[in-house]
């Protein structure tokens, strides 16, 4: 098991309500899990707890416990955490560091801060500038990117720390159609490469067509956990991807009584 | 984009030479003509300055410099030459106003003085990566965390320039007055400060959250990903420079 969170809630300090509410679930090793929800249900809040920025950096009330690979997040430094879970944020431009002069460079941050010796430095920035597509933007500065890239950087930055796990807070939320592309290709490597990921997105159509489960939370609770099939064919309040809802209309389910949710399943319905 | 640094990229000794020793040439250059107010040692570490200014290939960017300190400089000779407390041989006569020998005289020497600063402040400035300074001073024992503010400000401010810009814009695209006198010039400001400064809030606080989970905050020792140039021929020159300071302050005391 490579994540277990037990009964976790978290208030804000000077919040009102409780941000999350006895959230209690768990990710197995190299799953891909959509985390959805409406905006206030607590899906940022949940990516904070699951790196460590709750409890370290955001002050409040927790309860419960997230054990990341058997570490509990309440005993461990963010620093030592890193290691083992990344996060990427929403907006591109706020997670370059500003410290350094070129793409190439400012993947070395992270790693001169755990104190990687120099020669595996070298190795890891190649590895992921390749991995993500940017290693013919190495010299450039950071800040000269487009959104996109500066995304992918963000990715290649968190990844070079080798995390076993990936959260991604609404990574293509701020980005062009193009950028969003180019994210998603580099999103595709990660679950290649056997990383357990957790996704934030509103995109329905690119979260049904990744995700193994998907974790709906509602007002901060935690409303389902399941295959995006069943998600999407027993919420009805929630925005299914556009081939559920074509399939829905034309009433035409899968051999199991469930809607289709991506396009690979919904061709042959549809062509009969 | 806009990045404030004076920086010239180069692949000469000098630009490859370490950060810190080129501060204290800087530190040690200033100081002399400041020990030693002989004319001659202020003319000898300017000539050293444009020497090794030329020797980086970065004079051109120097002449500028100095161009634009040329309004400045004329202030000093015009209030030395009309009012240094030692004044008292007239040497021109500009319809009421008199220009005398002693504060010319006087004015140039503080010319020099300053001159001589911006030079050796060059060596440093336009051949040195302003993220290279740091992570030698860093290196030496600086917080990291300083380390970084010093090197991020150079960077972020600029991307708050242009963020006010786009701010400015949106606003004047929706009929805010931003041209014309100086007061709806200021008055242009108002509107711009409540999302600039919240904006810029909201954006420390998320580049903080990634830095930290980059492990900003990690009490390990840090390793580098630039190597440090050869530090036996550094030692020297700093040695050098430093016998130069001794010796000046013994001939100071001694003449």
Redesign the interface.
């Known amino acids: 098991m490579k994540i277990k969170v037990d009964n976790l809630g978290f208030r804000y300090t000077g919040g009102k309500e409780r941000a999350l509410e006895g959230i209690t679930f768990t990710v197995n090793q190299g799953e891909f899990i959509g985390i959805m929800g409406k905006n206030k249900s607590g899906k940022s809040t949940l990516a904070?707890a699951l790196?460590g920025?709750i409890p370290?950096?955001f002050k409040g009330a927790m309860r419960g416990n997230v054990y990341i690979d058997g570490l509990d997040t309440q005993e461990t430094?963010?620093?030592e955490l890193?290691?083992k879970v990344?996060?990427v944020?929403q907006?591109p431009?706020?997670?370059i560091?500003?410290?350094?002069?070129t793409v190439y460079?400012e993947v070395?941050?992270?790693?001169?801060?755990?104190?990687?010796?120099?020669n595996q430095?070298?190795e890891r920035?190649e590895e992921v500038l390749e991995l993500f597509g940017i290693a013919h933007l190495k010299d450039r500065?950071p800040?000269?990117l487009s959104g996109g890239q500066m995304q992918r950087l963000?990715l290649a930055?968190?990844m070079a720390?080798r995390p076993e796990i990936v959260v991604l807070d609404e990574p293509t939320s701020q980005l062009d159609p193009l950028g969003v592309e180019e994210v998603y290709k580099s999103i595709a490597k990660l679950k290649e490469k056997g990383l357990t990921v957790l996704l934030i997105e509103h995109k329905t159509e690119y979260l049904a067509e990744y995700s193994d489960k998907i974790l709906l939370l509602e007002n901060g609770k935690l409303k389902n956990y399941d295959t995006p099939e069943r998600i999407f064919g027993t919420n009805p309040g929630i925005q299914a991807p556009v081939y559920t809802q074509v399939c829905q209309a034309l009433n035409k389910p899968k051999e199991n009584g469930l809607y289709p949710v991506t396009l690979k399943d919904t061709i042959p319905l549809l062509k009969g | 984009?806009k990045?404030y640094t004076l920086y010239v990229p180069g692949k000469t000794y000098i630009h490859k030479m370490n950060p810190l020793t080129k501060l204290l040439y800087l530190a040690v250059a200033i100081a002399i003509p400041f020990i030693a107010p002989d004319p001659a040692i202020t003319m000898a570490c300017f000539l050293i300055g444009i020497f090794i200014l030329g020797w980086a290939k970065v004079l051109h960017r120097v002449i500028y410099l100095l161009a634009m300190s040329i309004l400045f400089i004329s202030t000093i000779f015009i209030i030395q030459g009309l009012y240094y407390p030692g004044n008292t041989t007239p040497y021109l006569i500009l319809g009421k106003l008199t220009f005398y020998k002693e504060g010319l005289i006087h004015a140039m020497v503080i010319s020099f003085r300053l001159v001589n600063i911006m030079i050796s402040a060059s060596v440093l400035v336009l051949t040195t990566?302003p993220?290279d300074l740091i992570s030698s001073a860093v290196r030496r024992g600086i917080s990291?965390r300083l380390?970084?503010v010093m090197?991020?400000v150079l960077?972020?401010i600029p991307?708050m320039a242009t963020t006010a810009d786009t701010i400015m814009d949106a606003q004047k695209s929706r009929g805010l007055e931003t041209e014309g006198n100086l007061k709806t010039r200021l008055k242009a400001y108002i509107p711009l400060l409540g999302p600039l400064v919240l904006g810029s809030l909201v954006?420390a606080q998320?580049?903080?959250?990634?830095?930290?989970?980059?492990?900003?905050?990690?009490?390990?020792?840090?390793?580098?990903?630039?190597?440090e140039e050869d530090y036996t021929v550094s030692k020297a020159i700093n040695a050098i420079i430093i016998l130069a300071l001794i010796l000046t302050i013994i001939w100071r005391i001694y003449s």
């Open positions: 904070s790196v920025l370290h950096f430094p963010i620093a890193c290691q990344g996060i944020f907006n431009f706020n997670q560091s500003g410290a350094k002069l460079e070395s941050f992270g790693l001169e801060n755990i104190g990687l010796p120099r430095m070298i920035i500065n800040f000269s963000a930055c968190i720390l | 984009m990045v990566r993220s990291p380390g970084y090197s991020s960077q972020i991307q954006s998320e580049r903080a959250m990634a830095l930290e989970v980059r492990a900003f905050n990690a009490t390990g020792k840090r390793t580098f990903l630039q190597n």
